[in-house]
């Protein structure tokens, strides 16, 4: 079986990695992977939601950073051309140089998942994690009249700085699990804990399991365990600072979190509800949660309180379970005038305080709000808030400000940096970047970037150094694709590292791209010369063999 290792779409499209690709130096940001693609006739186009859709990005320790993407196209199989979606990785350095001359090709099956959920995280030793769910286990026995697989089967990958596949080419993969759409995957020290849900929805019945993977890809537990057994419940797992894991998730009482440990062991003698609104919504992604760096976690949240009306609300839960902000949390706009949403939140751990970021739109205005708060639940600002921005009805034509879900951030010294959109028409948007000083009396800079664009799945992520985000530009004619910008936390464009140790992470040095024929084990490891037995052999062009020795 041939499988491309590095490759394309077979639609040819044209993902260049130059070399030369870097970060920006000036307030524009850059176009790292571009979407144009020329099909099967010759002729060049421009954009489509299709080519390189859903972008993550995740930071290594080593100061790189990990992309990956997901496209559509066609995939033959037994002589038929079949529809098959694929998921790619990319290796940035620390300059934002791509460190594979071709993007890695992680999975490669016939399957319509193309609105299925993947994930993306890093390793301690600076690896990527990687989870997929495909067609794999129907491609072999396709019918002939069958367009593409209608199974997702999970997988999760291990893919090492120097493109390893250290898991194997195929992952630790469940096969026998033929509805799982959605995968997610987080990492607790040198485990890796692999997500899915297993869905049937003859019968609106949905089961969520977890595998815990040891850093070889061997498994802690014989089978995946259940962690819900519920189509609808809603959940989210944050892992604490000190290698436990709070899980958050809802009954008919409310919001509730329970403390386990690695083995999914309660610590807590019952979980604790912090609020007892129910939420009846099929995911948890009205909810923003953070570690507040003690061994517990921050919340936002929003609150249907009737038609076209929310509140935020935000609470405070202790490492030993108990709440800091009251039974029921606090506020963030603290007056009788609810239609607020979109909450951001971040924590500082060395002043102990809160900042969410929230929209609002009350009597003919919209605006950006903040709203400041002791580890303890104080207000530190009015009751209502701050703005950040805002419009009129009048003057906005009913356009206002869109919300990044990752859109606030604490800068050591104390400072606060927001991010946010504004929109001035449909698709059309600009990115604007602020940093406060801590109590928001002082603008320390402001910088507007990305005028006239069309942003999808936006990720921010605030370091010591600089923020970074990354997202998709979707606007025909605008060059879209995969876009990444970085500016340093003094508002400056050229960012100047802070070179301090880099425990458990071997840093990769690199200043030619991986061009050369690769050679593979069975495992996926890279091997220095082909060894006795079935090899696999990567080519220059990303294409791949089995040869025996």
Same mark, same amino acid.
């Given at each position: 079986?041939?499988?491309?290792?590095?490759?394309?779409?077979?639609?040819?499209?044209?993902?260049?990695?130059?070399?030369?690709?870097?970060?920006?130096?000036?307030?524009?940001?850059?176009?790292?992977?571009?979407?144009?693609?020329?099909?099967?006739?010759?002729?060049?186009?421009?954009?489509?939601?299709?080519?390189?859709?859903?972008?993550?990005?995740?930071?290594?320790?080593?100061?790189?950073?990990?992309?990956?993407?997901?496209?559509?196209?066609?995939?033959?199989?037994?002589? /038929?051309?079949?529809?098959?979606?694929?998921?790619?990785?990319?290796?940035?350095?620390?300059?934002?140089?791509?460190?594979?001359?071709?993007?890695?090709?992680?999975?490669?099956y016939a399957t319509t998942s193309w609105w299925s959920e993947y994930a993306l995280c890093v390793a301690s030793d600076g690896s990527a994690i990687v989870t997929v769910a495909d067609g794999r286990a129907e491609e072999a026995s396709m019918a002939d009249d069958q367009d593409g697989a209608s199974t997702f089967s999970p997988a999760i990958y291990k893919i090492d700085q120097e493109g390893n596949f250290l898991w194997g080419l195929d992952g630790v993969e469940y096969p026998q699990?033929?509805?799982?759409?959605?995968?997610?995957?987080?990492?607790?020290?040198?485990?890796?804990?692999?997500?899915?849900?297993?869905?049937?929805?003859?019968?609106?019945?949905?089961?969520?399991? /977890?595998?815990? !993977?040891?850093?070889?890809?061997?498994?802690?537990?014989?089978?995946?365990?259940?962690?819900?057994?519920?189509?609808?419940?809603?959940?989210? !797992?944050?892992?604490?600072?000190?290698?436990?894991?709070?899980?958050?998730?809802?009954?008919?009482?409310?919001?509730?979190?329970?403390?386990?440990?690695?083995?999914?062991e309660p610590q807590w003698s019952e979980p604790v509800i912090y609020d007892d609104h129910y939420y009846g919504g099929y995911e948890m992604n009205h909810y923003r949660i953070v570690p507040d760096g003690m061994g517990g976690a921050c919340v936002a949240f929003q609150r249907f309180m009737g038609e076209f009306s929310h509140n935020i609300r935000v609470q405070h839960i202790n490492a030993d379970g108990s709440l800091a902000f009251g039974l029921t949390g606090l506020d963030a706009y603290n007056a009788e005038e609810y239609d607020h949403n979109y909450p951001a939140i971040a924590a500082n751990p060395e002043t102990q305080e809160i900042l969410v970021q929230f929209a609002s739109q009350l009597a003919g205005k919209g605006a950006v709000m903040a709203q400041r708060f002791t580890y303890d639940g104080d207000y530190l600002f009015d009751d209502t808030g701050v703005e950040v921005a805002g419009k009129n009805d009048a003057t906005?034509?009913?356009?206002?400000?869109g919300m990044v879900k990752t859109g606030v951030g604490a800068v050591k010294n104390g400072d606060w940096l927001v991010a946010y959109r504004d929109i001035t028409t449909y698709s059309k948007e600009s990115f604007t970047i602020r940093r406060y000083n801590s109590d928001f009396s002082e603008r320390v800079w402001t910088r507007t970037i990305a005028r006239d664009i069309a942003p999808t799945d936006v990720t921010m992520i605030c370091e010591d150094e600089a923020l970074y985000l990354f997202?998709?530009?979707?606007?025909?004619?605008?060059?879209?694709?995969?876009? !990444?910008?970085? !500016?340093?936390?003094?508002?400056?464009?050229?960012?100047?590292?802070?070179?301090?140790?880099?425990?458990?992470?071997?840093n990769v040095e690199r200043s030619t791209l991986n061009v050369q024929p690769a050679t593979f084990n069975l495992q996926g490891q890279r091997i220095s010369k082909p060894a006795f037995g079935l090899n696999i052999v990567r080519q220059a062009d990303g294409t791949t063999t089995k040869q025996l020795r």
């Open positions: 079986m041939k499988k491309k290792l590095y490759s394309l779409l077979l639609l040819a499209i044209a993902m260049a990695a130059p070399a030369h690709a870097q970060w920006n130096t000036n307030g524009t940001p850059k176009c790292i992977f571009s979407t144009t693609y020329v099909d099967e006739n010759g002729e060049t186009h421009v954009g489509g939601d299709y080519y390189a859709c859903s972008p993550k990005a995740a930071r290594t320790a080593d100061k790189k950073t990990w992309l990956a993407w997901r496209t559509w196209g066609r995939k033959d199989v037994n002589g /038929i051309s079949r529809s098959a979606v694929r998921t790619y990785l990319q290796l940035l350095d620390r300059d934002g140089v791509p460190q594979f001359a071709e993007p890695i090709m992680v999975n490669d699990f033929t509805n799982a759409a959605f995968t997610n995957a987080f990492v607790v020290g040198d485990d890796t804990f692999f997500i899915f849900v297993n869905s049937d929805y003859t019968d609106e019945s949905a089961v969520t399991y /977890i595998q815990r !993977i040891n850093d070889d890809g061997t498994t802690a537990w014989d089978e995946p365990r259940v962690l819900i057994n519920d189509m609808f419940l809603q959940y989210q !797992i944050l892992p604490t600072d000190d290698g436990d894991l709070l899980f958050f998730d809802h009954t008919a009482d409310g919001a509730r979190v329970q403390r386990l440990n690695r083995d999914l906005s034509g009913g356009y206002y400000f997202y998709r530009e979707t606007k025909t004619g605008k060059n879209p694709g995969i876009t !990444i910008f970085r !500016i340093g936390i003094d508002g400056n464009y050229d960012v100047t590292y802070d070179d301090g140790p880099t425990v458990g992470i071997e």
